[in-house]
């Protein structure tokens, strides 16, 4: 008698679900994303991990501005960097997933 749910393919896809997340999360290690603010006063570089790379501040804020204007442009453009990989993120896992057997409505989808 059969019941209609395939445990085996079940697994299977499963096995390919995770080997493409796996694929991602390292295609995503190596791609990085800049925020910027105060037009280019301030810019951040972060990674698909979610790391800031690199930081930098464009000499002319630093001698004329306020600690409190410098730190605000600072934290903007490490926040527009973060955002964007988050969307690279979701964007490649997307991508990733159109090709596997997945039931609509897949959590992350």
């Known amino acids: ?5 395939d445990i085996k393919g079940l697994f299977e896809t499963a096995q390919k679900v995770q080997e493409e997340m796996n ?3 390292e295609n995503l290690a190596h791609t990085t994303a800049e925020g910027e603010s105060g037009g280019g006063l301030v ?6 991990k979610g ?10 804020v630093i001698v004329a501005s306020e600690k409190k204007m410098l730190e605000d442009l600072i934290a903007g453009a490490v926040n527009v960097a973060l955002d964007k990989v988050k969307e690279l993120a979701q964007s490649q896992l997307q991508k990733a997933a159109q090709g596997l057997p997945l039931p609509p409505g897949f959590p992350g989808l």
Do not use: H, Q, W, Y
Request: include cysteine.
């Open 1 to 5: 008698m059969t019941t209609g749910f």
């Open 51 to 60: 790391e800031v790379v690199s930081l930098d501040i464009d000499p002319a």
């Open 43 to 48: 810019r951040c570089v972060a990674n698909g």
């Open 23 to 25: 694929r991602v999360k």
